[in-house]
């Protein structure tokens, strides 16, 4: 027998891509057209030393997405043959060795992702349905690099009516986080705190839209020895820039995905 863990979904028009880490090894997928509940590709190795698996669909095309070492890493689904998957390729070549956060998300026909890279920083850029990484030449802008070290946790987030995009982490030196940018990378409103606590550890953090396009939550999970003793606190950014007031959201709980609606 053995164990999947750190599973992700991605559902759309009646297709559905879940991958896991696997304990026989690496990053597994299978993909199931919902109507018939057929596999088209069940159980299929993505990566043999992959980790950390997340699944997007970007602009109608599914990827997995993970960690290879020190790449971040993706295979697409063949969109002619959708019982395969296309030739890994990567993303990016500088990530942390140690620190292994990343995270993406669908923004528009394109997603935008994050990851920690090795020069204690974020890097943000933008990965078409083409399997390119985005440059000018593509009409977007080129990666860029944020000065802040997500050191325990990451999440990426678009306001797609406010046209921002926000980051959110926690590091040992300002507590919790966040950084909004603009469509095109630039930096909006600096690295602001949302709660300055650094002596207990964030596991996950996810962020929402909870007010029309004006208020951003974030939603975070404190780790404990005893999973009985997590809890879920949250906090709003009211825009442009007014950090609310943190509060415990629920006791006993841990987040078990990124928030939706």
């Given at each position: 027998s053995s164990q999947q863990t750190l599973c992700d979904l991605a559902v759309y028009?009646?297709?559905?891509l879940v991958t896991w880490a696997d304990s026989r090894g690496g990053v597994r997928a299978s993909f199931q057209d919902l109507d018939s509940g057929v596999f088209l590709i069940n159980d299929a190795s993505v990566d043999a030393s992959g980790e950390l698996p997340r699944a997007i669909v970007i602009n109608e095309s599914y990827f997995v997405v993970y960690r290879d070492s020190t790449n971040l890493k993706a295979r697409k689904i063949n969109s002619v043959t959708p019982t395969t998957f296309d030739a890994e390729f990567t993303i990016a070549t500088a990530c942390d060795g140690t620190v292994k956060y990343f995270d993406i998300v669908q923004?528009?026909?394109?997603?935008?992702?994050a990851y920690a890279n090795n020069a204690a920083g974020i890097t943000v850029g933008y990965l078409n349905e083409s399997s390119l990484v985005a440059t000018p030449l593509l009409g977007l802008p080129n990666p860029v690099s944020v000065a802040e070290n997500p050191l325990k946790c990451l999440s990426i987030f678009v306001n797609a009516a406010a046209n921002r995009i926000y980051l959110a982490y926690q590091n040992t030196t300002n507590g919790i986080r966040t950084v909004e940018l603009l469509n095109d990378l630039t930096t909006n409103l600096a690295a602001t705190t949302v709660?300055?606590?650094?002596a207990t550890d964030v596991k996950n953090i996810t962020i929402a839209e909870t007010t029309a396009d004006s208020v951003i939550t974030y939603f975070y999970e404190f780790t404990a020895a005893s999973t009985?003793?997590?809890y879920i606190k949250s906090n709003t950014l009211t825009l442009p820039s007014t950090i609310g007031t943190a509060a415990t959201f629920k006791?006993?709980?841990?987040?078990?995905a990124k928030a939706f609606k």
């Open positions: 028009n009646g297709l559905a923004h528009g026909v394109n997603a935008v992702w709660e300055n606590v650094t009985y003793n997590r006791n006993g709980v841990g987040l078990a």
